[in-house]
């Protein structure tokens, strides 16, 4: 499944990639992928997760700081279904 993310400390800010139950894709920014994982999981995220679960997470990354994850979570929103497909196929460690 990857690195285990209860290492990162709760202000470490990630990007984060999930795949929904009917196969599209959600892209979001926390400070607490763990927890954040958790609520998407309860069906307490996102409107657009919630009518899709299960989802599952599929690609994660760092980012330095709040406004840094934030410029990287629309950037990749802006991509096409296939380039994010293909962002998460060749990262080593993927989950």
């Known amino acids: 499944m990857g690195p285990d993310v ?3 400390p709760p202000t470490a800010w ?3 990639m ?3 139950r009917d196969g599209t894709l959600y892209t979001g920014a926390t400070n607490n992928l763990e927890r ?3 609520t ?3 069906g307490k995220g996102a409107a657009y997760t919630r009518a899709r679960l299960p989802v599952t997470l599929v690609w994660s990354e760092p ?3 709040r406004s840094a994850a934030l410029r990287r979570e629309a950037a990749i929103k802006r991509l096409t279904r296939a380039d994010k497909l293909r962002l998460f196929a060749r990262r080593p460690g993927r989950r």
């Open 6 to 8: 209860s290492e990162a």
């Open 14 to 16: 990630t990007v984060y």
């Open 18 to 20: 999930l795949r929904c």
């Open 36 to 38: 954040r994982l958790a």
């Open 40 to 42: 998407h999981g309860r």
């Open 63 to 65: 980012a330095q700081d």
